[in-house]
């Protein structure tokens, strides 16, 4: 069974007075453990795409499972269905997001910054979880080279460092999809590919379902399977 | 819990959300410093006011009660009264040495020793030989420090605690303390003492009372008595050391002809006016058989609290105490009963309730101002706020991506407030204790090097500023300035609460 089915996905936005379709009826189905790579020009709805697998926007009109805005199954549910509440948890536990500009708060401190993930999501489950989700924050830092790393500031890091710490917030939780959107985009080729091996070595570890937004043809190739974004729909793969 | 996290970090590492706490603290520092001078110089008008009333007084204006010594007995009786004391109020003139013409003064007829038990009034007594001088007097320029004058001085607290003086002939005489303000004769400086622009003790004023019978009316002899002065007395209240001349009480009664007194019988009353001895042929007039002596009265009994008895329940004790005596009495003279208004039996809070009401009234007006003014503190706590969160949207957009709710979010800007709030009130608490603590030399030092006075005691009748920090009050106000904080927060966490999480996180 699919971990993720995507089913005529339709995401319009409004500037202004104007209607811009983004994502005019998109299918896709994502195995389990699978590492895809989504490829499309800049305006192809790669972004768009992976926030609504990530739950954290909604499809057009969506009113229950098979609506107008078409539907996301993850793990045989559909986001649809979710609470709001249920879909912030849905956040938390079950997808990791990597974003192209690292995205960390700039007051806390590394470890903080992969911690606060944990925190988000055992909210009030005691010191034990805080506990463990401190050990975990440490051990993945350390495996991302990050263990001297840990009391520095974002603004004290270099961009490939940053993107690390990113990473590793968002797998702090251990998520069964890690969605990354030009997780290398704004790095240099070499730091890049380093980045691109840590997470494959982590995939290699976990067995973590992978879904990339890249526009670059050598990033995407690193993936099991290369999905095309053209127009608001899914072209290849 | 994250929020715990990103409101500590947030607090230690902007300025503004600094700017915000510091508004909280100086508007929770002005309000608790303004109720704490207010409410201080309330209690200061409160216990001058009391001075020299007792707890509890029982009256009977006018034509004044009888058999008071059997009332005070049973007064002193029971467990809750400490002392009575009698008195006699009422107006009169009076020609001080050098006046132009007499002034109308309240007169208090009062019997020095047990008036002392029951009011402390020896403690109000200005001239008295003095070892320290006055907190502002650091010249010691108060006559009363001089040592050459100790033994004077001494003569004269004497003689106020009694009410007696020595006449020219040495005989001891009632005499009379004034209040420290009336005529005029006493200069109040900066410092907080007196200078005599005319020394009065030793010299003697003429009284003019008019005197009532027993059943009210006036009896057309106006009485006047020159009575030596033997010393001022003051009370705090400008009113009563303004207006008022304490007379000691066996005089008073002579002059307004409340003493005890001879009465003709009735019954014994013979049928002519004169008569014809038989005998030797001689009229002469009756003279009445039998006389029985009509006892002296008074309008006042004041009554002193036992400790930890408090004055209303020494009213109903008082009332229920007069009952009996009424009882008792009522073939002889048939007092007037508790109730419907012949005898008032009133606390001292009753006796100056429009004083207090009005003191209360203007603090509560002055909280009202100074609470409106600090509304302002939420409005600044919002403008902070908003401009901090629309800062902040990125961060909001990130929290949104790995899992935190909107309800998160809003608690996390309330939470911030709410730390603010405390942070704030914390120090504001802290200052305003400190300041009040300090008001006076805070106040003196202005005074002496910026040459500000505020309270300056030749205009307000107090020589320092009177303050009181209650701990229910500063908390009420503290509370309060948390409130105002978390208010401020409230709309700015809204706004946070419904960001759209794609927006936020594409906001450069």
């Known amino acids: ?237 | 819990m994250y929020q715990a996290l990103l409101t500590r970090r947030y607090l230690t590492s902007k300025v503004m959300p600094l700017l915000a706490a510091l508004a909280v603290m100086l508007c929770t520092a002005m309000v608790l410093i303004v109720w704490s001078v207010m409410g201080g110089f309330l209690v200061m008008l409160m216990e001058s006011g009391r001075t020299l009333i007792g707890d509890v007084s029982i009256s009977s204006p006018g034509t004044g009660f009888a058999y008071y010594d059997d009332l005070i007995k049973r007064l002193e009786a029971d467990p809750a009264v400490d002392a009575a004391t009698p008195m006699i109020e009422g107006y009169g003139l009076l020609q001080l040495p050098a006046s132009s013409g007499p002034e109308t003064v309240v007169i208090k007829g009062v019997d020095g020793p047990s008036f002392e038990r029951v009011t402390s009034y020896a403690s109000t007594l200005w001239w008295r030989p003095l070892d320290k001088p006055l907190p502002k007097d650091a010249k010691r320029q108060d006559p009363r420090l001089s040592p050459d004058r100790r033994e004077e001085f001494a003569r004269f607290f004497a003689e106020g605690s009694t009410l007696t003086a020595r006449s020219r002939a040495g005989d001891p005489v009632g005499a009379m303390v004034l209040g420290v303000e009336v005529g005029g004769y006493n200069a109040r400086q900066v410092e907080g003492w007196y200078s005599p622009v005319v020394f009065l003790p030793g010299d003697t004023a003429t009284l003019s009372v008019l005197p009532l019978d027993r059943r009210g009316r006036v009896i057309p002899d106006q009485a006047t008595k020159v009575l030596p002065i033997a010393n001022h007395f003051r009370s705090g209240l400008y009113d009563i050391d303004a207006n008022t001349v304490l007379v000691r009480l066996d005089v008073l009664q002579k002059l307004l002809k409340m003493e005890a007194t001879a009465a003709i019988d009735p019954s014994t009353r013979a049928a002519s006016v004169t008569s014809r001895d038989p005998a030797t042929g001689r009229e002469s007039f009756n003279q009445p058989a039998a006389t029985r002596l009509a006892p002296a009265r008074i309008t006042h009994v004041l009554v002193r609290a036992k400790s930890g008895i408090d004055a209303d329940t020494l009213r109903d004790r008082c009332k229920a105490v007069y009952r009996e005596f009424q009882r008792a009495h009522a073939a002889d003279f048939d007092p007037p009963p508790p109730e419907g208004g012949g005898v008032r039996i009133l606390t001292w809070r009753d006796r100056n309730m429009t004083l207090i009401a009005a003191v209360e009234k203007e603090i509560y007006l002055v909280l009202f101002i100074f609470g409106i003014i600090s509304l302002t503190a939420v409005f600044l706590v919002l403008a902070i706020f908003w401009a901090m969160v629309s800062e902040k949207t990125k961060d909001i957009g990130i929290l949104r991506a790995i899992g935190a709710g909107r309800l998160g979010v809003a608690w996390l800007w309330l939470r911030y407030g709410l730390a603010i709030g405390v942070v704030g009130s914390a120090l504001g608490g802290a200052t305003a204790l400190l300041i009040i603590a300090n008001i006076n030399p805070i106040h003196e030092w202005l005074g002496r090097n910026l040459h500000v006075t505020v309270w300056d005691p030749r205009v307000y009748y107090f020589n320092e500023i009177p303050s009181r920090f209650e701990p229910l009050k500063a908390a009420i106000v503290l509370a309060g300035g948390v409130l105002a904080s978390v208010a401020g927060a409230l709309v700015p966490a809204v706004k946070a609460a419904r960001m759209d999480p794609i927006r936020a996180l594409r906001f450069e």
């Open chain 1, 1 to 237: 069974m699919p971990l993720i089915t995507i089913t005529g996905l339709k995401k319009t936005y409004r500037l202004g007075r104007v209607d811009v379709p983004v994502l005019r009826g998109v299918d896709l189905s994502i195995a389990p453990g699978e590492w895809v790579a989504v490829l499309g020009a800049s305006g192809s709805g790669k972004s768009t795409l992976l926030h609504l697998m990530g739950g954290l926007d909604r499809p057009d009109r969506q009113r229950g499972s098979g609506g107008a805005g078409g539907e996301i199954v993850f793990e045989g549910r559909s986001l649809a269905d979710r609470s709001p509440r249920d879909l912030d948890r849905f956040r938390a536990k079950s997808v990791g997001f990597v974003f192209q500009f690292y995205h960390l708060l700039p007051e806390l401190t590394v470890l903080e910054n992969v911690g606060i993930a944990g925190m988000v999501l055992h909210r009030r489950r005691g010191r034990f979880r805080a506990e463990r989700v401190g050990d975990r924050a440490r051990a993945l830092l350390a495996a991302f080279g990050l263990e001297h790393r840990l009391a520095h500031r974002p603004a004290e890091l270099s961009g490939g460092e940053r993107q690390r710490v990113a990473i590793a917030r968002a797998l702090v939780n251990e998520p069964m999809a890690l969605l990354a959107d030009e997780p290398t985009g704004n790095l240099d080729r070499a730091t890049g590919q380093r980045i691109l091996d840590a997470v494959s070595a982590w995939r290699a570890k976990g067995g973590q379902t992978i879904v990339m937004v890249t526009h670059d043809p050598e990033v995407a190739a690193r993936a099991d399977r290369v999905v095309r974004l053209e127009d608001g729909r899914v072209v290849g793969g």
